[in-house]
């Protein structure tokens, strides 16, 4: 499994804008995919965004779509998360994972995850 580390996180007043990273290290067994997950407290984890090893297109939650842009660092162990007019629904934990499956919205796909950033969006 891979090492993951996201940063970024914070409180942010609704309408504002935050920017999430992650790193991925340790050994790897081939080209892997990036998401972005979340859990708000008392609610189960749900798919943000995933964006694939070719970058080819990007995946996004219909509550995110227009108003986040996940992207991939050039090393492609890095991937972030621009979050732009964020919402008090937007509040939780975000948390980076990979996976070498091709299925990228679904979270039983992922097999290594970050320990996560909280992002707190005040009204």
């Known amino acids: 499994q891979l090492q993951l580390v996201e940063s970024g996180g914070g409180l942010v007043q609704a309408g504002g804008s935050l920017r999430l990273s992650c790193v991925a290290s340790?050994?790897?067994?081939?080209?892997?995919?990036m998401g972005w997950f979340r859990q708000a407290p008392g609610k189960e984890r749900e798919f943000v965004a995933a964006?694939?090893?070719?970058?080819?297109?990007?995946y996004y939650s219909d509550s995110v779509k227009g108003r986040f842009t996940i992207s991939r660092g050039n090393d492609r162990n890095r991937v972030y998360l621009q979050m732009n007019q964020v919402k008090p629904e937007d509040t939780g934990v975000y948390h980076c994972?990979?996976?070498?499956?091709?299925?990228?919205?679904?979270?039983?796909?992922?097999?290594?995850w970050g320990q996560g950033t909280q992002v707190t969006v005040s009204s």
């Open positions: 340790g050994r790897t067994r081939g080209d892997f995919a």
């Open positions: 964006i694939p090893w070719s970058e080819s297109r990007t």
């Open positions: 994972a990979t996976t070498y499956a091709t299925r990228w919205l679904e979270t039983a796909k992922y097999d290594s």
